[in-house]
């Protein structure tokens, strides 16, 4: 079984910077995309940032040269760094994971948990 857990969420101050991280676990033969979504109370989820595994980086209008996104192959984790936070970042963030099990059947997605950002003063 896959397993995807976040961490690194928390309150900061508008202007602050948070560091997010998602670590894969479980059977898993490789991960193609990793990717970080959000999504604020009444709103949609929304891609924030992904990344192949060649490295390759996407990102929303709204994060572009704030948030840099990251990912370590080999620990099978992806970060997001979140610098010049703003309000309207708060949001609960997903960690994304597209990926191929080791019995080799299928590529599916898979999703963290989920981890609470608040930017508030």
């Known amino acids: 079984q896959v397993q995807l857990v976040e961490s690194g969420g928390g309150l900061v101050q508008p202007g602050g910077s948070l560091r997010l991280s998602c670590a894969a676990s479980g059977s898993i033969f490789s991960i193609n995309v990793m990717g970080w979504y959000r999504q604020a109370p009444g709103k949609e989820r929304e891609l924030v940032a992904d990344?192949?595994?060649?490295?390759?980086?996407n990102y929303a209008d709204s994060v572009k040269g704030r948030f840099t996104i990251s990912r370590d192959n080999g620990k099978k984790t992806v970060y997001l760094q979140m610098n010049s936070l703003k309000p309207e970042d708060t949001a609960v963030y997903y960690c994304n994971a597209n990926l191929v099990l080791r019995d080799g059947l299928r590529r599916d997605d898979y999703w963290g948990q989920g981890t609470q950002v608040t930017v508030s003063s």
């Open positions: 990344i192949t595994r060649g490295g390759s980086m």
